[in-house]
């Protein structure tokens, strides 16, 4: 029973230290404390803020960007893994194609995005979903490339069928690999949501709320929203680890 419930406590651990030396490095005045407010303070404005209008509608303007984003995303990036992971030779063909895209800060191409869609959602959406789709499917792949020889090479013995060997081993198998480019995905999609908003012409999003509250000197405010946009990756991501856990309940028994 407590050791059941030191575990629930583990992930409080980090938080309730960040607060500490936040709180120290204002005691201390380290920083100006005009810069940086108190960690109270800061959680006291950010929780009051909740009940203002245009936060609400700034956190669900980031979350329908990022959500749509990740959702073209996977749509595209999961079954292009997998085809692609299913032969080897075909990956390795564009492979540089991929690894150098993937390795490209797609905050770099937002000059371009803005020549093709102009400074409109569409935009936002559309580079947060490019930059999602390559770790998506980069994962995808190598989930299926890497696909237990053993069970691969036993099922071909039983003369088991090409089609089911992919839908019942290849594909299985990749789901481990597939569920960490999942959540890097979302998380990635987040962060350029957020840096689109701040950068291309947005009046809503918690990116253009950051941004704004800097300009004009609402440091509150300012901290507030980059808290809030930490939550919200955090939690998108702790949903997926509770979907893949549903999910991939047997990759811990292989």
């Not at 990740?70 to 749509?75: D, I, R």
């Amino acid at each position: 029973m407590t050791s059941r419930w030191s575990s629930r406590l583990l992930p409080l651990i980090g938080p309730v230290l960040l607060f500490l030396f936040w709180q120290l490095a204002v005691s201390a005045k380290w920083l100006n404390p005009v810069l940086l407010p108190s960690p109270v303070e800061t959680l006291g404005f950010m929780f009051q803020s909740f009940s203002d209008v245009s936060m609400r509608t700034d956190i669900g303007a980031t979350l329908y960007r990022t959500l749509v984003a990740f959702g073209f995303a996977a749509v595209i990036g999961v079954p292009l893994g997998v085809i692609l992971g299913s032969n080897e030779k075909v990956y390795r063909s564009l492979e540089f194609l991929i690894d150098f895209f993937r390795s490209t800060p797609s905050s770099a191409l937002i000059p371009l995005f803005m020549l093709i869609f102009g400074i409109t959602d569409a935009n936002k959406i559309a580079i947060a979903a490019f930059a999602a789709v390559l770790v998506i499917l980069f994962n995808s792949a190598y989930g299926v490339m890497n696909a237990k020889k053993t069970r691969l090479m036993a099922a071909k013995v039983m003369g088991i069928s090409r089609w089911h060997i992919f839908k019942d081993i290849l594909l299985m198998e990749s789901l481990a690999q597939t569920f960490v480019g999942l959540r890097t995905g979302v998380s990635i999609a987040l962060v350029i949501v957020i840096v689109a908003e701040m950068f291309i012409g947005s009046e809503t999003g918690l990116g253009h709320r950051i941004i704004d509250a800097q300009q004009v000197f609402n440091i509150k405010d300012m901290y507030a929203s980059i808290l809030i946009t930490g939550a919200l990756g955090y939690l998108l991501n702790l949903a997926f680890l509770l979907i893949e856990k549903k999910t991939v309940h047997w990759s811990s028994k292989a």
